[in-house]
DNA sequence: TTGAAAGCGCTAACAG
DNA sequence: CTGTTAGCGCTTTCAA
């Protein structure tokens, strides 16, 4: 890489003329800038990023931390954050915390050496079992801000960026109800994290608020056989009329469950999960799907991390916590 | 951040004394080490690295350059990647090119300006179509190493992890013609990338070398309605009684799309495909798969960079082309 | 055993 | 209009 010295010297002028020629600087006569700019595009010269970052105390990066990237929900999110960052001149370091606390706390104690100028981030799984946030806020004491979507720590003071968990599966609950199911089953793999926790204190509500509707609840867990528990559950309830899935494959197998067992859907039986587009129209029927809006969500949360950056007085600025709303695509899979 | 000029302060020594404290230099008294490094760590003291970066000249961290991370196959070498780096110290930054040429020469650019040390890619399928490379060589002059995966440029000089393409959807062909299919049917998605052509060529190899077997291709667009497709396909060709498909989707859809037309599999048809474990596992039966080991592949292309970058003498190292075996993984959608 | 000073590449205040 | 200088945080050579 070409510096700045190594232009000063070839056309025998200072490293600060240099400098200021290429940044427009109207200090500089016409004539030097011209030859500066040529020499520097012939060189195809790059301001050395290591060194304006030392100079201005900002690395114009921001540490994003995934707790498993192969969910295609967060990875779209991901996607959305990359995107969004790029767009304003931000690159971004990802980690993935694998769903570990140590691996989040590690994460975050090796950006926050100056690598980063914030975090943007889901908190673990481990971490939301262990309700631990003290890693969060030493974090945030040293002055770099944390902005946290869909898995978000309540107690920790910092921009949040969420979903209406549990009006989604409420309003999912009812439009079963609508269809006249009478037998509906709520199934799910993230019991442990709060968010699964709120999908189905909303589904609940919804089967509370109607007597002559029957609700099951079938809870998996990371190391079952999703598909034998399913089939042995849709076996052993043949009335079940209706499932809503509260992660992203259950409601696939659930479907297919279904099918193998020779039943019509969505005739017999509705089917629905919140299952990326691309899995649900795997299906055959489509699998109706409530819709979490990753690149919403994405480029929300990133807005909110530069807003704050840019903020000189970031002190001034209130936390908030932005609410994302799902909605119901329905497919074929649902009457 | 606590830095060492104010530890220095505080302890009323110079800088260079704490700096050799810290580094455990024996130039420095015990006693004097005992107190620097008590302070630094009630003070929870971190070296900077940007300063570090720029003294060293050289951050510790990866480009990687993702064509696109919603695919399975290719966050899991994301994922492979990251974690093989951050054993090793280093971490890594994230670009996505989205397929688009542009972005991936914008990335490659953007990151050239001293952000990273080298750089992990898999080429985008735009630059595939138009065999563009100069980019890549460009990079590769100012002395940052580059390693492709999965797909890559062939004519650039550089290490490379790849898969055996022909030879998967070879030694596929040959066990469903081992299971007396006669009709069997090659789909893809991924007609334009070189490795997809390489698939169908590995197909067609086996096909032709059975007179006796016919042979079918199905060539679906990025924009298609694959399920639509496959669905009139499979009906207008009612005979195919053998599916490989060379993506991570067409296989899926075309086993359901045999279920819903009341065809027992694998009694009646025997459908394979390059899906992730997680997906083909949500099918019923269970999708028989071509595992591309995107584990390893992303260990080997780690060690293959960091390798190249603690070599002093880079030049003397000769580039090197692994290639990682996929192997078949028998399910259910097989006999 | 400790400290002063130079330098990594850059910007910017100040001097000429 | 151009150059000198200081400084961002750190390591390291050389001097004390």
Same mark, same amino acid.
């Given at each position: 890489?070409?510096?700045?010295?190594?232009?000063?010297?070839?056309?025998?002028? $200072?490293?600060?003329? %240099?400098?200021?020629?290429?940044?427009?600087?109207?200090?500089?006569? +016409?004539e *030097?800038?011209?030859?500066?700019?040529?020499?520097?595009?012939?060189y195809?010269?790059?301001?050395?990023?290591?060194?304006?970052?030392l100079?201005?105390?900002?690395?114009?990066?921001?540490?994003?931390?995934?707790?498993? /990237?192969?969910?295609?929900?967060?990875?779209?999110?991901?996607?959305?954050?990359?995107?969004?960052?790029? +767009?304003?001149?931000?690159?971004?370091?990802?980690?993935?915390?694998? +769903?570990?606390?140590?691996? +989040?706390?590690? $994460?975050?104690?090796?950006?926050?050496?100056?690598?980063?100028?914030?975090? @943007?981030?889901?908190?673990?799984?481990?971490?939301?079992?262990?309700?631990?946030?003290?890693?969060f806020?030493?974090?945030?004491?040293?002055?770099?801000?944390?902005?946290?979507?869909?898995?978000?720590?309540? &107690? %920790?003071?910092?921009?949040?960026?969420?979903?209406d968990?549990?009006?989604?599966?409420?309003?999912?609950?009812?439009?079963?109800?609508?269809?006249?199911?009478?037998?509906?089953?709520?199934?799910?793999?993230?019991?442990?994290?709060?968010?699964?926790?709120?999908?189905?204190?909303?589904?609940?509500?919804?089967?509370?608020?109607?007597?002559?509707?029957?609700?099951? %609840?079938?809870?998996?867990?990371?190391?079952?056989?999703?598909?034998?528990?399913?089939?042995?559950?849709?076996?052993?309830?043949?009335?079940?009329d209706?499932? /809503? $899935?509260?992660?992203?494959?259950?409601? %696939?197998?659930?479907?297919?469950t279904?099918?193998?067992?020779?039943?019509?859907?969505?005739?017999?039986?509705?089917?629905?999960?919140?299952?990326?587009?691309?899995?649900a129209?795997?299906? /055959?029927?489509?699998?109706? *799907? @409530?819709?979490?809006?990753?690149?919403?969500?994405?480029?929300?949360?990133?807005?909110?991390?530069?807003?704050?950056?840019?903020?000189?007085?970031?002190?001034?600025?209130?936390?908030? *916590?932005? /609410?994302?709303? *799902?909605?119901?695509?329905?497919? &074929?899979?649902?009457?």
């Amino acid at each position: 890489m070409v510096t700045l010295k190594q232009l000063a010297k070839e056309l025998n002028v $200072s490293i600060s003329t %240099v400098s200021k020629a290429l940044n427009n600087s109207d200090e500089i006569g +016409e004539e *030097t800038v011209k030859r500066v700019k040529e020499l520097a595009a012939l060189y195809n010269y790059k301001p050395n990023k290591v060194a304006l970052s030392l100079k201005q105390n900002k690395t114009k990066t921001i540490g994003v931390i995934i707790p498993n /990237i192969l969910n295609h929900f967060l990875a779209k999110v991901l996607f959305a954050i990359e995107r969004e960052a790029t +767009e304003y001149g931000y690159n971004i370091i990802t980690c993935i915390s694998n +769903e570990s606390l140590e691996k +989040e706390i590690k $994460s975050l104690q090796l950006l926050a050496n100056g690598s980063v100028d914030g975090f @943007i981030l889901a908190v673990s799984k481990e971490t939301q079992m262990k309700n631990e946030t003290a890693h969060f806020n030493k974090i945030i004491n040293q002055g770099l801000p944390i902005v946290m979507f869909d898995r978000v720590a309540n &107690d %920790v003071l910092c921009d949040k960026v969420i979903v209406d968990d549990f009006d989604a599966t409420y309003n999912a609950a009812k439009m079963l109800i609508g269809e006249k199911r009478k037998h509906i089953a709520f199934m799910s793999t993230i019991d442990d994290l709060s968010l699964g926790k709120l999908r189905e204190k909303g589904f609940l509500k919804a089967i509370d608020e109607e007597p002559r509707i029957t609700g099951y %609840v079938l809870k998996l867990a990371e190391k079952d056989d999703e598909q034998k528990k399913i089939m042995k559950f849709l076996k052993d309830n043949k009335m079940i009329d209706g499932v /809503i $899935s509260a992660d992203s494959s259950s409601g %696939v197998i659930a479907l297919n469950t279904a099918l193998s067992y020779g039943l019509k859907v969505p005739k017999d039986i509705s089917v629905m999960g919140f299952t990326s587009l691309t899995i649900a129209n795997h299906c /055959i029927p489509r699998l109706t *799907t @409530i819709r979490q809006h990753a690149n919403d969500i994405g480029a929300c949360v990133t807005k909110l991390l530069l807003n704050r950056l840019q903020h000189k007085s970031s002190e001034e600025l209130e936390f908030s *916590t932005k /609410i994302i709303k *799902t909605s119901l695509v329905k497919s &074929d899979s649902t009457l």
